[in-house]
């Protein structure tokens, strides 16, 4: 019998590929300022909250913008967000992902979601896979960004469950140190030079199964 007792999912770049449309939806921010940035720089952008990810490129750029103007950006590069993610389908969903939650569930293993995206809920709509998180933890709910562990303590606290009995999936490293400082086992989802420090790292939830997970 495993003593894990929930599951927690970061979204984007875990269970659906939107980390794909938040790096084309700042680029195109970038190029318009007049500047680029490197695949290699957005890893640093991932799970990193929209406000914050606007600091970073205008850093990258060396350009400075009044708080007025930042926010402006910020609705900008949303605004190509939402509409690139309002075409999104449940085909969108990584190999994996709706196998594993499936098999949590019938196995008795909570599962959350613990996202830094205030668009969760409408990925989680046009995916049709809502119903899969017993609850929803996100951009909305919480007011310390990764690394912090908020996101997924409030996950666990709603979950009635401990963190030590978590396990957290995540391809992002700020993502990877949250689920660490809040005391969770976490499974890296991507590449093992990049996220250094998870238990395990996998490419992809279809890699993953309730055995690898008793084994942790
Ligand atoms: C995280 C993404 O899940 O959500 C980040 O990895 C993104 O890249 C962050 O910036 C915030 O998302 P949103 O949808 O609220 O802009
Ligand atoms: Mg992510």
């Known amino acids: 019998m495993s003593t894990i007792k929930a599951c927690i999912f970061d979204l984007d770049g875990v269970i659906v590929d939107t980390a794909v ?33 606007l600091e970073l490129i205008l850093q990258w750029g060396d350009v400075s913008k009044t708080d007025a103007e930042k926010e402006a950006l910020a609705t900008r590069k949303n605004n190509w967000y939402v509409e690139m993610i309002s075409h999104m389908t449940p085909e969108e969903v990584l190999p994996g992902a709706r196998e594993f939650l499936e098999s949590c569930i019938n196995a008795g293993i909570k599962t959350a979601l613990g996202s830094a995206s205030k668009n969760s809920v409408t990925i989680l709509e046009k995916t049709a896979i809502a119903h899969f998180f017993n609850v929803v933890i996100d951009g909305n709910k919480v007011s310390k960004p990764k690394p912090d562990p908020e996101v997924f303590l409030k996950g666990a606290q709603a979950l009635n469950v401990a ?25 890296g989802i991507g590449s093992p030079q990049v996220l250094a420090g998870a238990h395990l790292v996998l490419s992809g939830l279809d890699k993953m199964s309730l055995e690898k997970l008793n084994n942790l």
């Open 163 to 187: 963190p030590a009995v978590c396990v957290v999936f995540e391809d992002a490293i700020a993502g990877v140190q949250a689920a660490l400082a809040g005391g969770m086992k976490v499974v």
């Open 21 to 53: 449309y938040h790096y084309k939806a700042w680029k195109r921010l970038a190029n318009e300022l007049g500047f680029d940035f490197t695949e290699e720089d957005n890893e640093k952008l991932k799970g990193v909250s929209r406000t914050r990810s």
